[in-house]
């Protein structure tokens, strides 16, 4: 690992290394940091060294991501500087940024001259009357136990929410061996089919991407799994555990539950940068703002992928090439005309892809559908705060002003879980003005204070 | 329940949990090994109990303690190595 780099990618998903591959040879010297181990982003969370998984994410829709994961694999003049967390940043003294990276055995700081945030994004966190209860788990959650650990958390396990990925993932339960007890959908069908219809043009030309959830619903159908529409989980019921999730038409027995309700950027670090952030997608959350190539409103910070709206791991991958071509632009190793040539191709793969993620995001939009939450739901898991101690301070003060009266927000997570609810809380308290939601600290992610008081 | 289908692992080691000894298997995570004990994995000031929620480094529910040490990690990012002793609460 260098000390100081040209470039620094925050990611190793299809974005991130799609940015390094596009900037690969040039001789810059380029890290790309990631908490897991191994590169491929949640959507290739790949299985450790040590498993064999025979015939591992095999589906049509994945080809071209795996091809790209295995060419950023093999790729010389990169560094992987996997198993690390991005603390934060901040702009180094005279040039560029110093990152606070966390690892097993302490801090260090990486110096870089242009930072790339290819974070991704996260389930969005929707509680609900017994969410707390051990073996409540995101959606993707699940999925990432499945395709990287190689468990099933569960001997019998509800998905429930908004999303068609939960039939994916449930489909992939079935597949493993587990035992799926039913997929709910807060939605009705018919709704769900007519917003498909309305699209169809798009959805035609994007047929591959609806393949699997085809494939899934056949595969569930097969294993007898309940699909079930308009039916929303109202509570989950347990002494010290899941025991079932009761819905809006009947109780259901399960030990482990998903909850998919869609996806939010993950905005720690453009935010802590003090980048130009727009209102996510209907889920909710921050998406960082960028021009064309991918540039934030800081100097010399680039932000592609997910953390600039959800849309899908093969837009993140268009994104990737683009940023990285335009970043090339940046360090004068090529012009902007030879840049846009470069990137026609997955400027137009991208818009195609864009058409399909807000079809998609259209039929999994969670307004509306939330579950009720009671006086005692916990709002905040990190400080346990239930929504009876939030609800008489929505009186018009900000989410910041909520936090410091109610802790809520003030845990390990920074407020990554429970902004969004508490924006929406504030929404239908009548708050009219916008809220920018919890001014973002350091750390972006748990540290222990003597590792940053005695660096590597 | 690990899946057996067309996944080969290593020899398993064993690892210490709060007191209690548990087979791991090279490469897992420390939450792998934790799930296939309890989806418990600690208790609020109020005594409630809590599990994992995101496995994705995100939510910082999964905090454990690796002893002696005192380090306190998430144990969904770090992998299970032979002899560790963990924490949990």
């Known amino acids: 690992m260098a000390e100081r780099y040209d470039l620094v990618i925050v990611g190793g998903g299809p974005a991130g290394q799609a940015a ?11 890290g790309v940091i990631d908490e897991q181990l191994r590169p491929g982003g949640q959507i290739l969370r790949q299985p450790p060294r040590e498993f064999s998984v025979a015939s591992w994410m095999t589906g049509k829709v994945y080809a071209p991501l795996l091809k790209q994961l295995r060419q950023f694999e093999a790729a010389t003049g990169i560094d992987w500087l996997g198993g690390r967390s991005v603390l934060g940043l901040a702009p180094d003294a005279g040039h560029g940024f110093a990152l606070t990276v966390s690892g097993r055995d ?29 073996g409540v788990y ?99 019921l347990g002494k010290d555990r899941v025991e079932s999730l009761r819905s809006t038409e009947r109780e259901i027995a399960c030990d482990a539950i998903g909850l998919c309700y869609g996806f939010v950027p993950q905005s720690a670090l453009p935010r802590m940068a003090g980048a130009d952030m727009i209102a996510g997608s209907r889920a909710g959350g921050w998406s960082t703002e960028c021009d064309a190539w991918f540039r934030t409103s800081v100097a010399g910070l680039y932000a592609a992928g997910e953390t600039t709206g959800v849309a899908g791991a093969a837009a993140a991958r268009t994104a990737g090439t683009i940023a990285g ?45 939330f579950p009720r939450i009671e006086a ?55 708050r009219t003005d916008e809220d920018n939601g919890f001014t973002a600290r350091f750390p972006a992610r748990p540290v222990m204070l003597g590792d940053l008081a005695a660096p590597k | 329940m690990r899946i057996e289908r067309r996944v080969e692992r290593q020899a398993p080691f064993s690892i210490i949990v709060e007191g209690e000894t548990l087979p791991a298997y090279p490469g897992e995570t420390i939450a792998a090994v934790l799930i296939e004990r309890s989806p418990t994995i600690g208790r609020t000031a109020s005594g409630a109990a809590r599990g994992m929620f995101c496995n994705m480094g995100t939510c910082s529910l999964c905090m454990v303690t690796l002893l002696p040490e005192g380090r306190r990690v998430r144990a969904c990012l770090t992998p299970a190595e032979p002899g560790l002793e963990i924490g949990l609460g």
Not at chain 1, 20 to 29: D, S, V
Not at chain 1, 171 to 182: D, E, H, K, L
Not at chain 1, 407 to 425: A, D, I, V
Request: a positive charge; charged letters at 20%.
């Open chain 1, 20 to 30: 390094a591959l596009a900037l690969e040879g040039n001789g810059l010297a380029i």
């Open chain 1, 106 to 134: 302490g801090v260090e700081t990486i110096r870089a001259s242009r930072v790339l945030l290819a974070t991704g994004c996260q389930d969005l966190a929707v509680p609900l009357p017994g969410w707390t209860l051990p």
């Open chain 1, 138 to 236: 995101t959606a993707g959650g699940i999925q990432a136990f499945v395709k990287s650990q190689q468990i099933v958390p569960g001997n019998r396990i509800v998905m429930a929410g908004t999303h068609p990925l939960q039939l994916l993932i449930a489909a992939q339960i079935v597949a493993s061996g587990g035992t799926v007890a039913a997929v709910l959908f807060a939605q009705k069908r018919r709704t769900m089919m007519r917003q498909l219809a309305g699209h169809a043009l798009k959805a035609a030309r994007e047929a591959s991407a609806l393949l699997p959830a085809g494939a899934a619903m056949a595969l569930l159908q097969r294993h007898r799994v309940p699909v079930r529409y308009g039916e929303s989980p109202v509570a989950i």
């Open chain 1, 325 to 369: 071509t335009g970043i090339a632009i940046d360090f004068g190793l090529v012009s902007e005309e030879e840049a846009t040539s470069r990137v026609s191709h997955a400027r137009s793969e991208r818009a195609r892809h864009l058409e399909f993620a807000d079809l998609l995001d259209t039929i999994a939009d969670p307004s509306g559908h």
């Open chain 1, 376 to 430: 005692e739901t916990i709002v905040c898991r990190c400080e346990d705060v239930p929504s009876a101690t939030i609800t008489p301070l929505l009186d018009g003060r900000s989410a910041n002003a909520v936090k410091l009266a109610s802790r809520c927000g003030m845990g390990l997570c920074q407020g990554r879980n429970c902004e969004p609810t508490l924006l929406r809380l504030l929404a239908g308290s009548g």
